[in-house]
């Protein structure tokens, strides 16, 4: 059974960071596309960032760029999100999931096959 998990989520405060890491178990992360979505409280779940099987192709929403890193370890099948200069909008769940499918339907469509089931942000002070 394809499982991704989720960790590396907690308390912050604003202006810190943090790192979470998706770990798949079951398959192999190296043919998928993996992306890291966002849910705040009440608001629907976003797009944060996209990385394509081989970390060549990455794509990240507005909100994230310039302080969000996306990468891959293939090799320890995990894929990884560092969150630098946090904000409180920033506070909620956060899910990687993946796809088989070419990589804009992740940064285009977030339309992905198998979810996590989230680890918890919150950027307070």
């Known amino acids: 059974q394809l499982q991704l998990v989720e960790s590396g989520g907690g308390l912050v405060q604003p202006g810190g960071s943090l790192r979470l890491s998706c770990a798949a178990s079951?398959?192999?992360?190296?043919?998928?596309?993996i992306g890291w979505f966002h849910q705040a409280p009440g608001k629907a779940r976003e797009g944060v960032s996209c990385?394509?099987?081989?970390?060549?192709?990455?794509d990240y929403a507005r909100s994230a760029k310039g302080r969000f890193t996306i990468s891959r370890d293939n090799a320890k099948n995990t894929v990884y999100l560092q969150m630098n200069a946090l904000k409180p909008e920033d506070t909620g769940v956060y899910y990687c999931?993946?796809?088989?499918?070419?990589?804009?339907?992740?940064?285009?469509?977030?339309?992905?096959?198998?979810w996590g089931k989230g680890t918890l942000v919150t950027v307070s002070s």
């Open positions: 999931a993946a796809t088989d499918e070419p990589f804009y339907y992740c940064s285009k469509y977030g339309r992905m096959d198998n």
């Open positions: 079951g398959f192999t992360l190296g043919g998928y596309t």
């Open positions: 990385i394509d099987s081989s970390g060549g192709n990455t």
